[in-house]
C-alpha cells in the first residue's frame, strides 16, 4: 500500500496530510511541465523549438499583423490614414440634422452639401429660409462643436425653386 494516500495513511495509523488546493496542484503541474520540457530539450512555452537553435525569421507586410485591435480603434485609425474624417463627421451631421437644429427647423431645412468649409441648406419656404439665416452664426457655431474649430465657415441658405421669372416691367392684372 502507498504510505502518501490518505486509505494508506488511515490503514498504517499515521496522521493524514491536508488535501492540497487546485493551486497548488496548478503549480506541481507546472513544475513538471517545465522540468520535462527542459529534459528534452526546449523552452516552455516556446512550441517545441529548441535551445540555441536558428531562430526562423519572420518577416510581416507594412500594416499587416501584430496584436488585434478593437473595432472601433481599427476603423478610427483607417479613418485618418485615409483622410476620411471631416467627410464621416460631416456625414455624421447630415444623418443627425434634427438633432442639431432641433425637430421643427428640421422638418423644414435640409442639409444639401458641404464644400470648402461652407454648407449648402435648403429651406422649403422663403420664411424658413429667412428664420434660417438669422439662425446661422448659432448654427456654424454648434456644427463646429460637432465637427471640430474652424470646420464650418458659412452657412449658406438656399430657398425654394420658383420657376424662372419673366423679363420686362412688372404688370398688374
Known sequence: MDGGTVAG?????????PAKSGIE???E?????????????????????RKGGAKPV???DPGRGGDPKAFGAAIRELMATRGWEQRAAVGGVFGNWAGIVGPELAEHTRPERFEDGELTVAA??????????????TLV??????LG??????????GPASGP?????????
Open 165 to 173: 421669372r419673366r423679363t420686362g416691367g412688372w404688370r398688374v392684372r
Open 141 to 146: 457655431r454648434r456644427l463646429n462643436e460637432e
Open 9 to 17: 495513511a488511515a490503514a498504517s495509523g499515521e496522521p493524514a496530510a
Open 25 to 27: 496542484l496548478a503549480r
Open 58 to 60: 519572420r518577416t510581416r
Open 29 to 49: 503541474a507546472l513544475a513538471q511541465a517545465k522540468a520535462d520540457a527542459l529534459k528534452r530539450g526546449t523552452l516552455p512555452g516556446q512550441g517545441g523549438r
Open 149 to 158: 474649430h474652424g470646420t464650418v465657415r458659412r452657412v449658406k441658405v438656399v
Open 124 to 137: 422649403d419656404s422663403t420664411t424658413w429660409a429667412t428664420q434660417l439665416r438669422l439662425l446661422s452664426s
